[in-house]
């Protein structure tokens, strides 16, 4: 599980920028969860951070900052790149925008990966 949970992360950062080809269901949600577990982490040690000391606790929360900012263009790539999989064209994540549009997006980051032909 933790294997490939990290070899999942190493190419959502190697891929930053691939937004051709595709990501497995696997690979997609296995660096959703690694972003989750350390924005987590960033997280309860701001405010640790913040109980021993004011200024590391803004430190902290700086990198949590650069943390949430760096992760945006990879994360639009690895969800274009699963919606590919999908077998959907890469302006389905624009669905997103529509109320209620993130149920069904949600559901087509889900879906089987197509077979290549």
Same mark, same amino acid.
Request: proline share 3%; charged share 10%; net charge neutral.
């Given at each position: 599980?933790?294997?490939?949970?990290?070899?999942?992360?190493?190419?959502?950062?190697?891929?930053?920028?691939?937004?051709?080809?595709?990501?497995?269901?696997?690979?997609?949600?296995?660096?959703?969860?690694?972003?989750?577990?350390?924005?987590?982490?960033?997280?309860?040690?701001?405010?640790?951070?913040?109980?021993?000391?004011?200024?590391?606790?803004?430190?902290? %929360?700086?990198?949590?900052?650069?943390?949430?900012? %760096?992760?945006?263009?990879?994360?639009?790539?690895?969800?274009?790149?699963?919606?590919?999989?999908?077998?959907?064209?890469?302006?389905?994540?624009?669905?997103?925008?529509?109320?209620?549009?993130?149920?069904?997006?949600?559901?087509?980051?889900?879906?089987?990966?197509?077979?290549?032909?």
């Amino acid at each position: 599980f933790i294997n490939l949970m990290i070899d999942a992360y190493k190419l959502f950062w190697t891929k930053a920028f691939d937004f051709n080809g595709v990501s497995t269901r696997s690979e997609f949600w296995y660096s959703y969860l690694a972003n989750i577990i350390i924005y987590l982490l960033l997280n309860i040690l701001t405010g640790i951070g913040m109980a021993i000391n004011e200024w590391l606790g803004g430190l902290i %929360g700086i990198v949590l900052l650069l943390f949430s900012l %760096g992760i945006i263009i990879p994360s639009i790539s690895v969800s274009v790149r699963r919606t590919n999989d999908a077998g959907k064209a890469w302006s389905w994540i624009f669905i997103n925008l529509v109320p209620l549009g993130g149920f069904y997006y949600i559901y087509l980051l889900c879906q089987p990966s197509l077979p290549i032909s």
